[in-house]
């Protein structure tokens, strides 16, 4: 994998994929809330603690991102300028896309917004994912307390925490729905066929050859193989 912030290799490339993908995530958070049918885990979460505080769903996002962001310090975590940069655009995105949006639609068009979410939300992961400037702070707090532990399993530790915010943003009162059981199925699937569409392969690497010491170009992985098994709600 590249060195997380390294951008010496398609610097506008990557920086435009990035930012591409954070905004459309922030739109497609936008596009599940105005469907009022369920959200994802973490945005249930988020939309009990805007309900309780008062503060905007997005300035929600953002005080989370970064608290989460905290907790990388103990797992020796190095975040990138894609992990600081998903917990600030994220949050600035959905709350502009939110006032935009009107509430009060129809079903139908409500059942194609929530659709429509979780497709873009698929494609915005493999946006900035690809880009590889660093991971989202929750999965970067999964990734590192595995890897601090290697006996754990990251399916398993990031299932128990997000039942465990599932849990408490519907006591909070977060929107849990049918649209929360539609993401769980779908984002998988759509995360798996976008990430390594857009993943951006390694810049080629040098090595001394045996003959003259002169450097070779070493080979570049396909796109799927140097994106990882990189999950959804990446945040």
């Known amino acids: 994998m590249a060195p997380i912030g390294n951008l010496r290799h398609r610097p506008g490339r990557r920086l435009t994929q990035l ?34 505080t008062g503060l905007s769903f997005g300035t929600v996002t ?89 006996g754990r399993s990251v399916r398993l530790v990031r299932t128990v925490i997000e039942v ?8 909070l009162g977060g929107t849990v729905g049918v649209g929360t059981v539609a993401y769980a199925l779908g984002i998988g699937p759509l995360a798996q066929f976008f990430i390594p569409r857009f993943a951006l392969p390694d810049p080629p690497a040098t090595t001394p050859t045996p003959r003259t010491g002169s450097p070779a170009p070493l080979p570049t992985p396909p796109c799927g193989a140097a994106s990882g098994s990189g999950h959804a709600e990446l945040r």
Do not use: C, E, K
């Not at 009022?36 to 309780?52: A, E, I, K, T």
């Not at 409500?110 to 946006?127: D, Q, Y």
């Open 19 to 52: 930012y591409a993908g954070l905004v459309l995530y922030g739109v497609s958070m936008a596009m599940m809330i105005r469907s009022g049918l369920g959200l994802d885990p973490w945005d249930v979460f988020h939309q009990g603690l805007s309900r309780q």
């Open 164 to 171: 465990t915010v599932l849990a408490l943003g519907w006591l």
């Open 62 to 150: 953002i005080a989370v991102g970064a608290l989460v962001l905290l907790l990388w310090i103990p797992l020796r975590q190095r975040p990138g300028l894609g992990t600081v940069s998903n917990v600030v655009v994220i949050g600035l995105v959905v709350d502009a896309t939110v006032a935009l949006l009107p509430a009060g639609w129809p079903l139908p068009a409500r059942i194609a917004l929530l659709l429509g979410g979780i497709v873009a939300n698929g494609a915005a992961t493999g946006l900035y994912l690809g880009a590889r400037l660093g991971p989202g702070p929750r999965d970067g707090l999964m990734t590192g307390y595995v890897a601090r532990r290697p």
